[in-house]
């Protein structure tokens, strides 16, 4: 009887994901954002500053180095410290903008260096276009193999001027995340040698201000995968439900329909 069940409500989802794509009107969350690198350098360059806050003036630019294999997983980027100066991986304009809906999200990548014997200008800078800069330290250092960071996108994260300066407020972090013109992640963790830097796995994802789930095939979190769950699937994606975005691309339409039944035809997450 279940799996009967199983097998209209899944039609009917499917049908109605179509009607919604069709119609052109998704029923659309902000998206995260994802550099994996597997392609190519996607778009990120070097900066490279004068060593010494808030990092605004560059005095030269860079490109990176792109590897196809090697990652954490896959493609990533390199640079070889370029100067006696200090470097930054900066993000693409083109992503830049409105990120005030990530406030209370992360930011999270995978970094290794050669070396890691200074500590002075690690840090990772966000700024806006009045040029209000915050700051949040990359701690503990990378070493030369992959290490992965997340730093939540919220106030207690990030300092004024430098990694030990005064606490950013809730309304700093709008105000800079809402008009956002720069996200810098740095390099330079070598003193008096020339370190060899990968970035890879850069991701800005949303807060979580509905249902998180530790397995979307348990839907209704009751410690089970039955037709429960089916139900409380399709109740929430028939409503436009921020939880029905099981997939966590942003969308709520066939996708999680999808992802969800593959998921509960499986059993669950294991």
Do not use: K
Not at 178 to 192: A, H, K, N, Q, V
């Amino acid at each position: 009887m279940i799996r009967a069940r199983f097998h209209r409500l899944r039609s009917a989802a499917m049908f109605a994901a179509s009607l919604i794509f069709v119609a052109g009107h998704p029923l659309a969350a902000p998206a995260d954002i994802t550099w994996n690198f597997d392609n190519n350098e996607e778009g990120w360059i070097i900066t490279d500053h004068p060593c010494t806050s808030p990092y605004l003036y560059i005095a030269s630019v860079y490109g990176v180095e792109w590897l196809p294999t090697g990652g954490d997983p896959g493609g990533f980027i390199q640079r070889l410290d370029p100067s006696r100066n200090c470097f930054f991986f900066t993000a693409p304009q083109s992503a830049m903008g409105d990120w005030s809906q990530y406030i209370g999200g992360t930011l999270s990548f995978s970094m290794r260096s050669s070396h890691n014997n200074a500590n002075t200008d690690t840090v990772i800078v966000i700024s806006n276009v009045f040029g209000a800069t915050l700051f949040a330290a990359v701690d503990p250092l990378p070493v030369p193999t992959w290490r992965r960071y997340i730093i939540p996108l919220v106030a207690s994260s990030f300092r004024h001027n430098s990694a030990n300066g005064a606490p950013a407020s809730d309304w700093d972090m709008y105000n800079v995340l809402s008009t956002l013109t720069t996200l810098r992640i740095p390099g330079e963790f070598g003193s008096g040698t020339i370190e060899l830097v990968g970035l890879d796995s850069v991701s800005v994802t949303r807060a979580c201000d509905c249902a998180c789930f530790d397995c979307a095939a348990d839907f209704n979190q009751d410690g089970g995968v039955d037709g429960a769950d089916v139900e409380a699937f399709y109740d929430a994606w028939e409503a436009g439900a921020c939880d029905a975005d099981v997939n966590l691309d942003g969308g709520i339409d066939g996708g999680d329909v999808e992802f969800f039944f593959g998921l509960w035809e499986a059993g669950g997450c294991e």
